[in-house]
C-alpha cells in the first residue's frame, strides 16, 4: 500500500510562488509516473501536472503552463510541483497522485489511472 504525503500549502499572496512536495513511501518510486491534481470548494477534482518515471516526459494543463514545473527526484522518492505568479483561481486543496504505469501519456488526466492518492494540502491565493 503506497503511502503519499505532501507538504508546502499554505497562504500566498497572487504574483507569489509557492512550492509542493509529496514524499511516497511503501512502493519503488521510480517506477511510477507522478502527478498533482486540485479540487477547488464546488468543483471537480482536475488534473494539474504529470511526470514519468525519469522526468523525460511532463504534461500540464494549459491554465499552469508557464507558471508551475513538476519534478521529481528519485534519489529522495520525492515529487514537487513548483508554483510560480500564483493567481487566486490556484486556491484549492491539491493532491499528489501516484499512477498505475511507468509512463503518463494523455491518460495523465484521467483519475481512473491513478493508482494512489495524498490527503491533500491546502493552496489559498489572495488578491
Known amino acids: 500500500q503506497a503511502r503519499l504525503v505532501e507538504s508546502g500549502g499554505g497562504l500566498v499572496q497572487a504574483g507569489g510562488s509557492l512550492r509542493l512536495s509529496c514524499a511516497v513511501s511503501?512502493?519503488?518510486?521510480?517506477?511510477?509516473?507522478m502527478g498533482w491534481f486540485r479540487q477547488a470548494p464546488g468543483k471537480e477534482r482536475e488534473f494539474v501536472a504529470a511526470i514519468d518515471w525519469n522526468g523525460a516526459s511532463t504534461n500540464y494543463v494549459n491554465s499552469v503552463k508557464g507558471r508551475f514545473t513538476i519534478s521529481r527526484d528519485n534519489a529522495k522518492n520525492t515529487v514537487y510541483v513548483q508554483m510560480n505568479a500564483q493567481k487566486v483561481e490556484d486556491t484549492a486543496v491539491y493532491y499528489c497522485a501516484r499512477y498505475k504505469t511507468p509512463n503518463t501519456p494523455a491518460g495523465a488526466t484521467m483519475t481512473g489511472n491513478v493508482a494512489s492518492w495524498g490527503q491533500g494540502t491546502q493552496v489559498a491565493v489572495s488578491s
Open positions: 511503501r512502493v519503488t518510486f521510480s517506477m511510477y509516473g
